[in-house]
């Protein structure tokens, strides 16, 4: 079968947002898995990232590659707020490939499976892990007996979850034209940059999280498969890695053994970990042999300064145990990103000033500050339901920060603004910080680029917009 997979592009929702800067631009790592997985099968697959392309052209490069291509499956991946484009790609598609079958795939599809088929032109939802979903559709095999989808016809049972990871094969980056992904970014020195994951599904039961499409069984690959992937990644053209699981050291002692794999076979490849370290689930010689391997920047989220927060929202951390992991990256060099939330519930003016006065006595080099976002598939959203201004809004690119799409229950608006822009002063207007980013940045010959990086961030609501990968 002839088949095209689509990124679409978050041009739009980072439209006028000057932590753009901040953003790695890299080729979408689903849709390189996807794609190998149908190519194994014996499928002709073409992968179209909007998001490398210029906003002004997408619909052009749509129909070009479409006329020219004559797809008989057409499959859209997408998260909540790239809704309304993903609708928009498959009208497009259904005009230009009326015959074909359009596929729609991700987190938002697996959350919201029903209102996708409801209020866009497409044929079937895929829910959770697409691997094996994507290949049988592909293969013509009875819709009606193809587990975790949604269709026309109705919905069929949840697909287990893959058990054997080493299985997949190599994502295909040999469908992307690296040339486009070599914009640097505070978190991408070395590009271009593959996201690579080592690990699927998550532990943890924090309550804004979304399990939709990986579960909460957490699933591994070996050691020497990882380096395989990273070795794989390096022959294709790229420069460094970026490991995008939702708890890469969820058994630390494995992510320990990647990281002396990745010694042992001398990769000699720069990474980076921007999804999150879990701070109770590291310990100091992780960030010893991560920090040989060639890590250099790792991420904490941190969400709150406020341990009664931190239970209130099921984070499974301590304040405590963030200090002690921070403690031990600034031992060994790292670059370190911490990511803050406010308006979490339970929270007050007390615990925000806690969690920006907490920010500030870390030794991090950037943090980010977020107003909490209630998403649809998380415990947060069905708890606030009430405060949603239109349940039965369609243009889900509402659920940003800047949108209002939801009431909050104990702030309003302006103050929710008001006191995340006090957070960033209080982080990055401490004299204290300038003079150790000034040494820090001249220490390592990136002192234009990490100046920029950072006024870029301080600047009051620039990274309201700035979400996890």
């Known amino acids: 079968m002839n088949i095209i997979l689509i990124n679409p592009s978050m041009g739009d929702y980072y439209r006028g947002a000057k932590v753009k800067s901040a953003i790695t631009l890299s080729p979408p790592l689903n849709l390189a898995v996807l794609a190998a ?63 074909a079958c359009i596929v729609a795939g991700g987190v938002h599809a697996s959350t919201r499976p029903q209102e996708c088929l409801d209020r866009a032109d497409f044929d079937v939802v895929v829910r959770g892990e697409g691997d094996v979903t994507i290949v049988e559709l592909a293969d013509g095999k009875f819709i009606p007996d193809i587990q975790g989808i949604h269709w026309r016809g109705g919905s069929n049972p949840d697909r287990p979850l893959l058990t054997e990871l080493d299985d997949l094969p190599l994502p295909a980056w040999e469908l992307f034209d690296l040339r486009r992904y070599q914009t640097p970014s505070l978190v991408a020195r070395d590009v271009p940059v593959a996201d690579l994951e080592s690990s699927r599904g998550c532990k943890a039961q924090c309550i804004y999280c979304t399990k939709g499409v ?5 699933r591994t690959k070996s050691p020497l498969r990882m380096v395989d992937e990273i070795e794989h990644a390096k022959a294709c053209g790229f420069r460094s890695f970026n490991l ?44 010893r ?22 239970k209130r929202i099921k984070k499974g951390a301590t304040v405590n145990q963030a200090r002690r992991a921070v403690g031990w990256a600034r031992k060994y060099g790292f670059t370190i990103l911490g990511y803050f939330m406010v308006g979490l519930p339970g929270e007050n003016e007390r615990t925000i000033r806690e969690t920006a006065e907490f920010a500030a006595s870390l030794d991090v080099d950037f943090a980010k500050f977020s107003i909490t976002m209630p998403l649809p598939g998380t415990p947060l959203y069905d708890e606030w ?12 690119s509402i659920h940003r920060p800047g949108a209002r799409f939801y009431r909050h229950p104990d702030f309003s608006w ?5 006191h995340t822009r006090q957070a960033y002063r209080t982080f990055y207007g401490r004299p204290s910080y300038v003079a150790k980013r000034v040494a820090r940045s001249l220490r390592s010959g ?12 301080a600047m009051p609501g620039t990274m309201e917009r700035f979400s996890r990968r």
């Not at 990232?49 to 499956?73: I, K, N």
């Not at 990647?258 to 689930?281: A, K, S």
């Open 214 to 218: 990986f579960g909460s069984a957490y």
């Open 244 to 287: 995008v699981d939702d708890s890469f050291t969820t058994i630390t002692s494995r992510a320990t053994a990647v990281c002396e794999e990745l010694i042992r076979r001398d990769v000699q490849m720069p990474w980076t970990c921007t999804n999150g370290l879990r701070v109770g689930n590291v310990d100091e010689d992780f960030f």
């Open 37 to 99: 997985a149908l190519q194994r099968a014996g499928h002709s697959v073409q992968v179209l990232d909007l998001e490398a392309e210029a906003v002004e052209s997408h619909d052009a490069v749509l129909r070009a590659v479409l006329r020219d291509t004559r797809p008989e499956m057409v499959g859209v991946t997408f998260r909540t707020p790239l809704f309304p484009q993903a609708k928009k790609i498959a009208d497009q598609v259904r005009a230009e490939c009326p015959s």
């Open 385 to 396: 339901s009430s405060q949603i201004v239109d349940p039965r809004q369609t243009d889900f």
């Open 289 to 310: 042999l991560a920090r040989r391997s060639g890590c250099w920047l790792v991420a904490f989220g941190f969400e709150s300064g406020s341990d009664e927060v931190l």
């Open 446 to 457: 990136h002192f234009v680029r990490d100046t920029q990086y950072a006024l870029s961030l």
């Open 414 to 418: 302006e103050e929710l603004e008001g």
